[in-house]
Nanobody, 123 residues
Framework: QVQLVESGGGLVQAGGSLRLSCAAS????????IGWFRQAPGKEREGVSC????????HYPESVKGRVTISRDNAKNTVYLQMDNLRPEDTGVYYC????????????????WGQGTQVTVSS
């Protein structure tokens, strides 16, 4: 059974850092691409970052470039999203999702989703 479980969210002050985790089970990260998305209140879900099964990395919104790092630990079957210098506009629910092929910023390209973890950045 494919499962993705996010953790690591919380309340942090602007300028702080968080590391989100996406623990995968039921499949091996060696063969799949993982994307991170976020959804702010009242807004559509948007792609944040992605690491492909071959290790290619993409960051999507200009606002996060230089502030996020995505990495993968295949031994733990877990993908991490390190977020630094957080801003109030980073607030939202963060999701990880799986797809079979190359990275995509479009949520409809992903097959399986986690339940999300809340990130709140106070000013």
């Amino acid at each position: 059974q494919v499962q993705l479980v996010e953790s690591g969210g919380g309340l942090v002050q602007a300028g702080g850092s968080l590391r989100l985790s996406c623990a995968a089970s039921g499949f091996s990260l060696d063969y799949y691409t993982i994307g991170w998305f976020r959804q702010a209140p009242g807004k559509e879900r948007e792609g944040v970052s992605c690491i492909s099964r071959s290790g290619s990395i993409f960051h999507y919104p200009e606002s996060v470039k230089g502030r996020v790092t995505i990495s993968r630990d295949n031994a733990k079957n877990t993908v991490y999203l390190q977020m630094d210098n957080l801003r109030p506009e980073d607030t939202g629910v963060y999701y990880c999702a799986r797809r079979e092929y190359y990275c995509s910023a479009h949520e409809h390209d992903y097959e399986y989703w986690g339940q999300g973890t809340q990130v709140t950045v106070s000013s």
